[in-house]
C-alpha cells in the first residue's frame, strides 16, 4: 500500500492521462484525420505530444490505468496496466506502424527514427 500522501501520484497520472488523450484527440479533429485503429489516417501528425511520443493516446490510457491501481491500493489491478502495455506494444502498435509506414512513407520512417514509441 502506499502512504497518504504518495497515493495522490494516482490522481496526478489519471489526470496527466486524461489531458494528454484530451490533447492528442483535439489534435486528430483538428486535422480531420481517424483516431481509430482499424482507418488509416489521412494525416501525419507531427505537433503537440506527438512530438514527444508515437503514441501519446495510448501512453495517456497507460497513465489511467496505472493511477488507478495506484488510488485502489492493490497489487493485483497492477495486472492491468502491464498486460495494456504489452498488447498494445505487440499487437496494435506494430500494425499501426506498418500501416503508417504504407500511408506517409519517408516521412513518417524520419519521424518513426527521431521520436520514440513511448516517452
Known amino acids: 500500500m502506499i502512504p497518504h500522501p504518495y497515493n495522490r501520484l ?9 489531458i494528454l ?29 506527438f512530438r514527444i511520443s508515437r503514441n501519446p493516446m495510448y501512453l495517456g490510457m497507460l497513465l489511467i ?3 488507478v491501481s495506484i488510488l485502489i491500493q492493490n497489487p493485483l489491478s497492477l495486472i492491468f496496466p502491464i498486460a495494456f502495455f ?8 506494430p500494425t499501426e ?10 516521412n513518417y520512417v524520419e519521424y518513426k527514427n527521431k521520436t520514440r514509441r513511448w516517452i
Open 10 to 18: 494516482g490522481g496526478i497520472l489519471i489526470f496527466s492521462g486524461l
Open 21 to 49: 488523450n484530451l490533447w492528442a484527440d483535439q489534435l486528430f479533429k483538428k486535422a480531420k484525420t481517424s483516431v481509430k485503429y482499424h482507418q488509416i489516417p489521412s494525416y501525419l501528425i507531427l505537433s503537440g505530444p
Open 65 to 67: 490505468l496505472f493511477g
Open 86 to 93: 504489452f498488447i498494445i506494444n505487440y499487437k496494435f502498435i
Open 97 to 106: 506502424e506498418k500501416n503508417m509506414e504504407k500511408t506517409f512513407g519517408r
